[in-house]
Nanobody, 121 residues
Framework: QVQLVESGGGLVQPGGSLTLSCVAS????????MGWYRQVPGKQRELVAV???????NYADSVKGRFTISRDNAKNTMYLQMNRLKPEDTAVYYC???????????????WGQGTQVTVSS
């Protein structure tokens, strides 16, 4: 079974920094795209950042220049470095792994349990 375990959430003041980690198991991590999503009550889950197996990245406009997504394939771990945090960054952050194979008709998505990030004075 694929499992994603997140850590690193917490309470920080505006302008502060926080690093989230996601450890994957039960899959060939190195060939799959990974991503961070976030969700607040009453709103849809939104994409924060994505990183391919080769290290190419993409970010939501709201976090460009402040957040950095990275991965260490040897450790099956993905990270999200969050700097200059704002109150509007407050959300539950989820780790995502999307499995795609040439012989599959559709991809399979797996999600972590979520970790709370609260940015407040």
């Amino acid at each position: 079974q694929v499992q994603l375990v997140e850590s690193g959430g917490g309470l920080v003041q505006p302008g502060g920094s926080l690093t989230l980690s996601c450890v994957a198991s039960g899959s060939i991590f190195s060939i799959d795209a990974m991503g961070w999503y976030r969700q607040v009550p009453g709103k849809q889950r939104e994409l924060v950042a994505v990183i391919t197996s080769g290290g190419m990245t993409n970010y939501a406009d709201s976090v460009k220049g402040r957040f950095t997504i990275s991965r260490d394939n040897a450790k099956n771990t993905m990270y999200l470095q969050m700097n200059r945090l704002k109150p509007e960054d407050t959300a539950v952050y989820y780790c995502n792994q999307q499995l795609r194979r040439l012989t599959w008709s559709t991809p399979i998505n797996y999600w972590g349990q979520g970790t709370q990030v609260t940015v407040s004075s």
